[in-house]
DNA sequence: TATGAATGAGAGTTCATTCAT
DNA sequence: AATGAATGAACTCTCATTCAT
């Protein structure tokens, strides 16, 4: 009967929110910006079209929001990356293993994908100017050189390794490469890469 | 000042045909479907928006016989796989070389993310049910296999590893993943994914 | 904390009800009909949006409301005219004061704009061919011959001086042409129209 | 048969957004801003509604354009005035019988409409502040003196009378408050005002 | 009674496609 | 055959109105 107080509210309003963003995320992943309606978020989200302008002022506004948040989160994990337990190998192993983890799927496809479209608004192509692959790959840097030493990784130019590596964990994430019958390549497999 | 005879006419109508299918893969490969516009096409191929629809019938047309042509002229080229010089791993190394060609690279990949994109009209999702990219690998699996008895390849399922390795270059491929600094990984480096 | 009682509670809704059609006037008046969003009206008088819908049907029905109430208070007022106090032309003055008045403001530029405006309800049109602004000449035409009699106003056609004179009046205050360093012009500025 | 010319098609261009501004001109004068719908805009020239964003990016440009234009055209006429031929009550009288006139009438509705419309878009509002009213009242001011010294005009401050005078000219061009029976004022009884 | 989140019809805008020249 | 102006269907976005609380 009385009217839901300010903390209920506000509570729906983020509730609200978040649900949108993951719908988004979800078709934009897969869609890419431009393939994407509104009308497909609203329905993936279970909510009217007009909903949508409630919480964002544009599905440009709502696809940088995403994009931004996005970034932001990936770059408060890196600063962890150098104090995770188990030697270099292991280390790049588990950060592997994270990146191509089923639940992060459309987070890393979104942002590998939109990485390289050029149909995205001109904010997005700014903030991936910002935040360049190359802070992950000089944050591992010390931890390959020290895989080198304990002979862990083979000789080479530790960034250009690294950098080649992480295209290859990126475009397999961006293309959502999962064979049919034996999904995504093994962990191991890939490691290969980082061997002599 | 006399008029074109026929023969002369249906040249130009080749190449402006040609001239067309180009420039549409060239956008289409770089913005994808949804976000290509067919003034952007015609931009690209210095003609007027309506010219367009006096060589293809719709956007969706154009789309689909860039495509389909596309997949013939590759299995064309498949076919003669087996009939390659050189050991086993030289043959799947040369065939690595082809693939990343940069002359190659637009027809890649529009495919390769036509392939996974959820934007693109139905016929195309059904001649990439058709040409599965399973073709190479059946063919390829023969080699692989002389490779393993010989010692140039690890031991392991190979249609498995060939999988993993292809979607592998494909993934490559369609991101266009090349570093400013260093380029697409080496060819040796991404065989090592076929080394123990 | 005994419930308020039917007497309260219609008092209530009567407070409610003006105040929502005071706020609408404000708007209204300011901005235009299609101009004004029921959510400005909410905000005008610091109510829910929601809430104007418990004491008006429509957006459309408090529009056709106000100006309807307000034609019928200004029909009422015409009819104490003629027993004024005063020689015609004081009469005359002091209806012109009255309706550049501060107070009246907002009724009567409501009233002027939307008389002429083609974006209000058919309804409202309606309304205004009834009330014609001939009535309050028709009403002022004895006063005024009474006037030339007296040699206070020209000779010349009544019904049309005051037709043009009030035409000027109604003008001003449906503009709301205030001169931010003179104001209004001056009534006896005014009435020099009336004069010779 | 041949395709029209650079020349033919920059006439056309011409043309076209001459017409879209005309017709728009019109509607947003009876109806205001917000009131107009582009669909109204559309009917009104006789084109497709998509047609207008060939030539404007929006409704809030087109607006724009058409009343900087006008704007820009009326600083313009205004620079001759101190040249017109009479004495100097002949002068304003000329001055008010063209601003009167029915062929002006849509522009000089808009223009006034807006200066006092809340729910016209910021930069008019901007434009407005730039070209005051003022302007073309110190233009006057010099010639109503000269009418003073010769007796043409009452004496008095020249600027507030004629603030006053042009508050009402304007009042009654933006209100098309035209009387059916009798029409506008007469030139002559507006200029009543400026007499003794 | 009062709130503001949610809806959906309709307005503004884009762009594949058509058509007069 | 070629052009680009013009169209209209489909999209993005707004806001009067409804509804759960």
Known sequence: MSPLNRQQLDQIRDERREQIKQAALKVFARRGYTGTKTSMIAAEASISEGLIYRYFNSKKELFITIIQEMMEESKRELEHIEHLPGTPFEQIRNLTLNMLDENNKFAFMLIQRSRKADDVPEKVAQIFEQHSTN????LLIPIFIKGQNSGE????????????????????????????????????????????
């Open 135 to 138: 802070v992950l790959i000089d």
């Open 153 to 196: 990784f083979p000789l080479g130019e530790p960034r250009k390794l690294l950098t080649w590596y992480f295209s290859i964990i990126n475009s397999l994430i961006i293309q959502d490469q999962v064979d049919e019958e034996y999904g995504l390549p093994d962990v191991d497999v890939l490691m290969r890469i980082l061997k002599k």
